[in-house]
């Protein structure tokens, strides 16, 4: 069985643009290069369709009212504003929801809004489909990745989180979805043109108008891309920091292999505008016995040193086959009191929507057993050539099953 890794920013062409995935210079360009709209008049267009499109929500172009008749049809012959498909919708007794995602065959994503998390309440978004890297505890470093996430797929979960909650025009006021956390499937940070242009879009004021200090993107430590991502997108930043020593991390997340501690501490500390009022948050999971006693309490206070931050232990999110386990209670308690009483703002994260989230990745798996079971049925009555013609996303995809643990956990 051929297996490529499709690693391309756009997913297979199609004949229409889609207007979700531009920005607005994106947008103008765009509208000039169609023929559809006179050059002169290209920004004018742009600005009311981005109204329709990211203030109203529109999906159609017969809604625009304030664009001639005769200029919609030929914008529907080019552009698409067509959302993707929601596959399996959930939501749980305390209000967490969570979609799961067809943005094109094969290519399935989850996006949880949790609420009361942030100022009212947070989307936690996708921006690959699997993940490069290999986390030891984490179960979407057990699926290879099928591709990046379009800045189009990545806005779209925020549009389908909205159409859910029932937030449009985009509300100035008491909003459900406040904020957004680059928390899903993937490493941000290696997709980082079209995540950063989804930020772009999503924090735009005559838009979904999330600001772009409600957003944040976590990352494993990729390094080289830090002060990029700062200055490109002026995103709150969240890393995944997990242990306090090279040798435990090299093991929990190896991409520390490359960017060792040391230079990881030195980009943070560089990182733009960094502030009371804008803190990093540390991300760390608590397994038991191996990176929560008191002592690495002790030297994470000593590593962050100096940096405005804030520490946000994730109870470990058990997964069929990890050999890791969640620390016990007490034992988060104990290792966040010792923060706390440095001075840090050390929040645990309580589990939300476990009646929900405790399936979380397995809606997903679950299709993939169905095409998985398809496949090998047809192996059986020797139709290889349905092998050969399975599209190469579908067939990584077989290969996974439960992707995604983590948010299990809640934000
Ligand atoms: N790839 C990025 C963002 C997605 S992961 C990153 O690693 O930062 C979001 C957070 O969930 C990360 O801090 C990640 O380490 C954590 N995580 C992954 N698997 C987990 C699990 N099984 N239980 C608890 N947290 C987990
Ligand atoms: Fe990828 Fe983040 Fe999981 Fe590591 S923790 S494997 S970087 S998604």
Known sequence: MAYTLDLSAKPAASAKVNITGLTRD???????????????????????IWRWVHHYGFTDFDKMTDIGKDQRGPLAEKFTLARPEVVERQVSKDGT??????????????????????????????????????CSFCHTGTQRLVRNLTAAEIVAQVQVA????????????????????????GEPLYNLDNVADAIDIISDNEGIAISRRRITVST??????????????????????????DELRDVLVPVNKKYPLKDLMAAIRAYPDLSNARRVTFEYVMLKGVNDSPAEARALINLIKGIPAKINLIPFNPWP?????????????????????????????????RDILAACGQLKSESEKVRASALRKAQVEGLAQVEDETPHNETDAIETELPYGHLASGM
């Open 26 to 48: 994106g947008l103008i360009a765009a509208l000039k290069e169609s023929g559809v709209v006179e050059e002169r008049k290209a920004k004018m267009r742009a600005q009311q």
């Open 220 to 245: 494993s430590g990729v390094v080289p891309e830090l002060d990029t991502l700062g200055k490109r997108t002026a995103a709150m930043l969240a890393i995944s920091l997990h242990a306090t020593h």
């Open 321 to 353: 086959g990890t050999d890791y386990q969640c620390s016990d209670w007490r034992t988060i308690e104990a290792f966040a009191a010792i923060l706390n009483k440095a001075g840090y703002a050390s929040p645990i994260r309580t589990p939300r929507g």
């Open 97 to 134: 929801r969570k979609w799961l995602i067809r943005m094109a065959p094969g290519i399935e994503v989850e996006t949880v809004y949790i609420p009361d998390v942030g100022r009212s309440g947070a989307l936690c978004v996708s921006s690959q489909v699997g993940c490069t890297l290999n």
């Open 162 to 185: 909205r159409d859910d909650l029932g937030e449009w025009p985009s509300p100035k006021e008491d909003r459900r979805l406040s904020n957004i956390v680059f928390m899903g499937m």
